[in-house]
């Protein structure tokens, strides 16, 4: 749904939503037994709650598409993720909770080797440990930009976040890494008019840079891709007029969250602390999305046995959502982990949504099978919180 | 999808695809049995396939809307029909394997019956010959255009392909048809600026052609409709990175794949051929579209019996498709044919694809019953293409 339509038919009221996302939820049989994760474990909570659900899938961008966790996620908030595009540098400085400023430049950073000739012969540094890099950007803060305050933030192994801060910057700056090995790093240069001048800072900086980095192998050059400036879109409370909330613990969704203007509560890394965080903050918020990880770091992992484990644990918690009685409950996804391919994919998500007036479809469980009977059949990610609205009373009707 | 998305997310790799396409698949129940083709048909390696594969119904342009061939093709090759659109005349020329060049203006003719006061009584000249209808066309040949090189090319029956080649040649010309019996055949007219000149020398053309076919009866007039130029269209190699082929031994598919950058390759008519010209060139691409025109032909005839009997010819036959162990088979239709409407149809059309990594459906046969079981319900036809890439390992994720 266009976020204006939503913003012409969205009203107030009194209801709760919870949005519970479990992330990289989808999943493929395991070739020995033919189930998938969710066929696999026991999840009594969710198979009662599945009977009196609204069931089916989300497709979280579109068909064949794999998402990252950015458009998976802004799906689920409603946002349109092929029109609310979130760049590389952007994500990757949300997702060390750094403070992002408007007018800041923010681009991804990777430690490479570069050989005597200045060829990449690695482009991610043989990875180094999360130390060095902490080391190394620390080295390269001190790097006097003439023009611009520079930020140099590890992420993790050869990953680093570089950020610009200043006034004018332009973030229309082609990548400096080309993507592939045996080439040098690429000049950087500005891809539009008006961004000379910040071309030219960040050139500045790969010089003293390489420079720094000289006697650093394998850590001995730097690339840069996807410079961005964060975007400013319209919030969750104009569009949808709710007080949303965010119970995420890892920064990436977090920053997510804070892009549609949830406020992130405080929360420890257990499914216990969502659930505490939950309790305390439920007379506060009117919509929550809860976020679990775990469930996708094993399907990353290939380890089929924990996410199993991991959906159990889901399982197990999730009374202590059903016991605060949301008016609207969303069990989705924000894309598909199946362990067999230990990375994310594009199959559908399982969803259901338990609400007043909801057409329960009886799905007796919630897996890829069963939920195939539901009557939603396949909907796009972004029309979940539309349809959640809907049955939370929160949409006016469209004409008269 | 997008052109632009499948572009930026495509990458090639060693996989293989097959698209096999049923002309005029889809079918409706026999009025006696209450069983469609298919079900009647005895399928039984199209029935095993469909255990192992993702199942669903394809929609070629939308709900309600009948394709022809074209669009039919275009969607399967995951261009937009509604976007990707072919005018008329180019159809037509295509249709004929007419080598049409981009700076060609192609329109469809029609010979037509007037009487003494210039008036259309038949649209159709009474369907006259094939042959007759070359004869004529030669003679038309013979006519002199000052500015531009004139082309006429029989098709069937009273229908010809117009065609000018020279420099600054317009298309934006109106139709001499008037699509209705009881006026005058139409003047050329240019419908925007600068096509004036072009207008001059179709108005002179049919002037000429009106004297030429004065004593001709019925065939004593020409209409001539659609005027458009070959679309210059991104081709698939580009767009999707891959080599891909046609099998088709109709010129209409030929042209349609051409249009889209396939390879043509050389192929008899029956089925037996198109797997023989599949298993010698299955080194040389890495995307097959393989068609089968005879479902089509026997629906159109109305001919229930007959489009079983071709059902049952590919069910025979797509072993040797099976054999060869493509990554991704598509099975599809670019429309439905019913035979008891004779005619093409709206109705989505019965579709499976196995894959790697594919959520197999369990459908137990091929047909339009069983396959309402599959997850993936009715999607857009220009959808299929782009899955079969994602679940080739062809399609990058979609942000971080």
């Known amino acids: 749904m266009d976020l204006d339509v939503a913003r012409q038919r969205s009203q107030e009221n009194d209801t709760k939503i919870v949005l519970f996302v479990i992330d990289g939820l989808g999943g493929l049989p395991h070739p020995d037994t033919g189930r998938t ?7 009594t909570q969710l198979d009662m709650i599945a009977k009196r659900s609204l069931c089916g899938f989300t497709l979280p961008v579109g068909a064949g598409i794999t998402p990252g966790s950015g458009p998976g996620h802004l799906a689920l908030f409603g946002y349109d993720p092929m029109v609310y595009n979130i760049g590389r540098g952007v994500l990757e400085a949300v997702g060390i909770d750094f403070d992002l400023q408007p007018s800041d430049v923010a681009a991804r950073g990777n430690f490479a080797t570069i050989d005597d000739d200045g060829l990449i012969t690695d482009r991610r540094a043989g990875r180094i440990s999360t130390e060095r890099c902490a080391e190394l950007v620390a080295g390269l803060r001190q790097i006097d930009l003439d023009g611009a305050e520079l930020f140099v933030e590890p ?15 332009s973030d ?3 990548d400096t890494d080309p993507q592939k090995e045996g080439v040098k790093a690429l000049e950087a240069r500005s891809t539009a008019d008006g961004g000379d ?16 980095l000289a006697d650093k192998a394998p850590a001995n050059q730097l690339l840069l891709r996807g410079f961005a400036k964060r975007p400013s879109w319209p919030s969750m409370a104009e569009v949808f007029k709710m007080r949303p909330a965010a119970i995420a613990h890892y920064p990436m969704y977090r920053g997510l969250a804070k ?21 305390e903050s439920w007379g506060s918020y009117d919509f929550f999305f809860v976020h679990y990880k ?28 059903v016991e605060l009685e949301p008016d609207v409950l969303m069990i989705a996804g924000d894309h598909s982990t199946p362990a067999v391919m230990a990375a994310h994919s594009w199959h559908p998500v399982p969803f259901m949504m338990t609400a007043p007036n909801a057409r329960a479809d009886g799905c007796d469980m919630f897996n890829e099978t069963t939920l195939r009977k539901g009557s939603l059949g396949t909907i796009a990610a972004k029309e979940a919180l539309p349809l959640a609205l809907a049955h939370a009373g929160r949409f006016t009707k469209y004409g008269a």
């Open 155 to 169: 992420v993790r192994e050869h990953r680093f976040v570089f950020v610009l801060r200043g006034e004018g910057l």
């Open 259 to 279: 892009l549609v203007g949830m406020e992130t509560l405080d929360v420890g890394p257990t499914i216990e602390d969502s659930l505490a965080t939950l309790q």
């Open 294 to 321: 775990y469930t996708d770091t094993a399907g990353e992992d290939g380890d089929f046995d924990r996410k199993v484990e991991k959906l159990e644990e889901v399982d197990a918690a999730i009374r202590g959502i």
């Open 197 to 212: 001048a910040t071309a030219a800072l960040v050139a500045k900086f790969a010089k003293e840079a390489e420079k720094y």
């Open 172 to 174: 229309e700056i082609a």
């Open 37 to 43: 994760e969710l066929e696999t474990a026991h999840t």
